[in-house]
């Protein structure tokens, strides 16, 4: 059983490679998921984040205001780290869980998604390798600038927050081009997984 890293850059398209994966029996560890759970009402994350950055951020049903925390840390490259410094322990813990969890279970791949595995230097924690999804950085503007309605300025500091994606495909051990069609990513994912996952053991 191989455990990867699942990783790509905002807007390359990373939940729907996740999603193939899974259709072909991966297991995913959603590290964006997490990230929301960690900060959830009545969480030490929630009243950690709130205690950094005001009780503004949190909404006045309890919740967190991502959208006026994200004007906050996207906007501040120190504010960020000090979100980051609250909320990874608390992932990093959880996914771990996550992980010896599934483990147990025997599948055929456990893919750990984490969108800034490369800017927290966290590939040494997948010696099985790290899958990039990956769109050039003209496509991840245009789709943020769809999806998200974000303007040119905000969709640029997005982007700027994290490693340029060029560097990223640089440090992957595998690539899978989302920058086109489905089907061509289909495609992609299809040998990727006959290659990585299914390669018959020659000895």
Not at 152 to 167: N, T
Request: charged letters at 25%; glycine letters at 10%.
């Amino acid at each position: 059983m191989r455990i990867i890293g699942l990783t790509g850059g905002i807007a390359t398209g990373k939940s729907t490679v996740a999603a193939m994966l899974a259709a072909r029996g991966a297991a995913v560890v959603d590290a964006d998921r997490i990230a929301r759970e960690v900060v959830e009402p009545g969480t030490t994350g929630l009243e950690a984040v709130a205690r950094a950055f005001g009780p503004e951020v949190v909404t006045a049903s309890g919740e967190l205001d991502r959208a006026r925390l994200a004007g906050i840390v996207f906007g501040d490259s120190e504010s960020r780290r000090r979100l980051e410094a609250l909320t990874h322990p608390l992932i990093l813990a959880r996914i771990a869980d996550q992980v010896a969890g599934l483990i147990l279970s025997e599948p055929a791949l456990i893919a750990v998604d984490v969108p800034l595995l490369f800017e927290g230097g966290r590939q040494s924690d997948f010696p099985g390798g790290v899958l990039l999804v990956y769109a050039d950085a003209a496509t991840q503007l245009r789709r943020l600038h769809e999806r998200d309605g974000l303007g040119d300025e905000a969709a640029r500091q997005r982007l700027a927050a994290q490693l340029p994606i060029e560097r990223k495909r640089e440090l992957a051990t595998w690539v899978i081009d989302n920058g086109g069609r489905r089907a061509d990513t289909e495609a992609a994912v299809n040998l990727w997984w006959r290659d990585i996952v299914t390669v018959e053991d020659p000895l």
